[in-house]
């Protein structure tokens, strides 16, 4: 079967550093996403990874192991406006997005 | 810019009517995607479709329906409206090897 699994919710404070974690069990892989998603809105793209590794992009990295079936979302000096979920997504055969539950990330001043 | 429209942000419907959601992109891309959201489940696809004419079904098609005749445009039909169809239903596309762009979403009552 196919499973993605992040935490439900996380807290942080504002200027701090934050991991999001995501584990995967998928019948296909090609590569996975993160998204973020502020509430009442789109999901926006954040980072896709395909080969293992780390990627950084600003304040946000996020890291691949395909081997372990696991990735990461690092967001550092954290902003009150990064509050919002965060949407782990494993992107399957023929662009076919599979997604997580989704982890609601607060920052607290 | 790339842009995916939604016809509605709310919508309020009764049980039993029909229900029309639809879906704009001008980014000229073969695939397109519908999910609904609810909270503690994510976002699960409904249907998909790889170009016109073509629809697959994605992980929870039951009490749904689509129609892709045109390019740019995909909707999704709700033949027959039931409470456990209140939900966020966000629109989606993509040329395949690049990332999903999501529509502004449309939240769905059924009362």
């Known amino acids: 079967g196919q499973n993605i699994d992040q935490p439900t919710e996380m807290t942080a404070t504002e200027g701090a550093i934050v991991q999001i974690n995501c584990t995967y069990q998928t019948s296909g892989f090609n590569g996975l996403f993160w998204y973020q998603q502020h509430a009442g809105e789109a999901p926006t793209f954040l980072s896709y990874n395909v080969l293992d590794g780390l990627e950084e992009k600003g304040r946000f990295s996020s890291f691949l192991s395909r081997s372990k079936g696991y990735s990461y979302l690092l967001l550092k000096e954290l902003q009150m406006k990064d509050s919002a979920s965060y949407l782990c997504a494993v992107h399957n055969q023929g662009g076919k997005l599979i997604f997580g539950q989704g982890t609601e990330l607060s920052v607290k001043p | 810019d790339v842009k995916v429209t939604q016809s509605s942000r709310y919508l309020v419907k009764r049980t039993g009517e029909k229900v029309f959601l639809e879906c704009v992109q001008d980014?000229?891309?073969?695939?397109m995607f519908w999910y609904r959201q609810d909270p503690g489940l994510g976002l699960r696809l409904i249907y998909f479709?790889?170009?016109?004419?073509?629809?697959e079904k994605g992980d929870i098609p039951e009490g749904y329906s689509v129609s892709r005749e045109k390019k740019e445009r995909f909707s999704l039909i709700l033949e027959s409206a039931s409470t456990n169809q209140t939900s966020m239903y966000l629109c989606a596309s993509t040329s395949g090897t690049d990332t999903q762009y999501f529509g502004p979403g449309t939240r769905l009552t059924v009362l």
């Open positions: 479709s790889y170009d016109v004419k073509m629809k």
């Open positions: 980014m000229d891309h073969e695939n």
